[in-house]
């Protein structure tokens, strides 16, 4: 039933995001030269995953639009869907500014995420990072893993998502990129031979889970329900989708001869939850848990170890 339910779910979201990970570019980050082939080679995602980025955006945003946005705020993965970002067009240019700003090469990282990272090394596993940044943000994610873990991350792989989805948060890539077709997460971690992800993205986690196991990192609300953008409604804003929402919950009550109710259109993103994740994606809520399940039987049946 869970096999099913993955495949379901990635059915579901392969149309929406398949051509966003177009131009995957590699770049090494650490001058360590590793001949050990044997090593377990493990991806790691660098957004919300090393560095605190959805925290530092609601800073940043509070300060350059007046709100008062947290990180709960954040239910979906597309910012447009949670409060205070405004349509797909207005999150598109906001988030364009931050990329540009000193907030976002200064995010500050995750916490347990250095030590996290340095065990993993000490424990024998080569690690590259497989990010959705693209090739523009190589000189400041360098800077970031050059003061933070330097000499630790072998590689980075750049699918730059945001570059190609045209609702998404950057300009265009370099033309220069060394793969111009189509390359999801997915696809990158077959080419490198990777063994395990770790990601907070929960679509990420559907697709990849096919090619390795995946550790669906962190606590985050966005990780808790998928988030597609396919149709209309998945278009609207947040207050376009909470007046809809609205709508909907007096109809039905007209039409069932009911008193309606804010909880029968508030929190419409609940009904979203995945509470059953499939099979091989597993919940780590913190770096802590992400090592335990590396060293546990568990973890090295999932790697091939035993």
């Not at 990272?117 to 050059?146: C, F, N, S």
Request: glycine share 6%; hydrophobic share 35%; aromatic share 10%.
């Amino acid at each position: 039933m869970q096999r099913l339910l993955s495949r379901c779910w990635l059915s579901a979201c392969a149309n929406r995001f398949r051509p966003s990970f177009r131009h995957s570019t590699t770049r090494y980050t650490s001058a360590m030269s590793h001949t050990r082939h044997e090593l377990s080679l493990i991806a790691i995602d660098m957004d919300d995953v090393l560095c605190r980025t959805n925290e530092t955006v609601a800073e940043w945003h509070n300060i350059h639009y007046g709100t008062n946005m947290t990180i709960a705020d954040f239910h979906y993965y597309h910012y447009w869907k949670n409060p205070g970002w405004g349509t797909p067009t207005e999150t598109l240019r906001k988030v364009r500014e931050f990329a540009q700003s000193d907030y976002f090469i200064n995010t500050p990282p995750v916490e347990g995420a250095i030590e996290g990272v340095k065990r993993l090394k000490g424990l024998g596993y080569r690690l590259e990072i497989v990010t959705a940044r693209a090739l523009r943000h190589q000189p400041g994610t360098d800077k970031w893993l050059e003061k933070y873990l330097p000499g630790v991350i072998d590689k980075v792989h750049y699918t730059g998502e945001f570059e190609h989805n045209p609702n998404a948060a950057v300009p265009s890539p370099p033309n220069d990129s060394e793969n111009p077709k189509d390359t999801t997460k997915a696809d990158v971690l077959k080419k490198i031979g990777a063994k395990a992800l770790i990601d907070d993205s929960l679509p990420n986690a559907l697709l990849c889970s096919e090619v390795v196991p995946v550790l669906l990192f962190g606590e985050y609300q966005w990780n808790k329900r998928p988030s597609l953008d396919v149709t209309s409604q998945d278009r609207m804003s947040y207050s376009e989708r909470q007046r809809w929402e609205q709508v909907e919950a007096k109809h039905r009550a007209e039409k069932n001869g009911t008193e309606l109710k804010e909880n029968d259109w508030n929190e419409w993103w609940e009904r979203d939850n995945l509470y059953i994740l499939p099979p091989r994606i597993v919940r780590a809520g913190s770096w802590t848990n992400v090592i335990e399940w590396f060293k546990s039987n568990e973890g090295r049946k999932a790697l091939g170890h035993d």
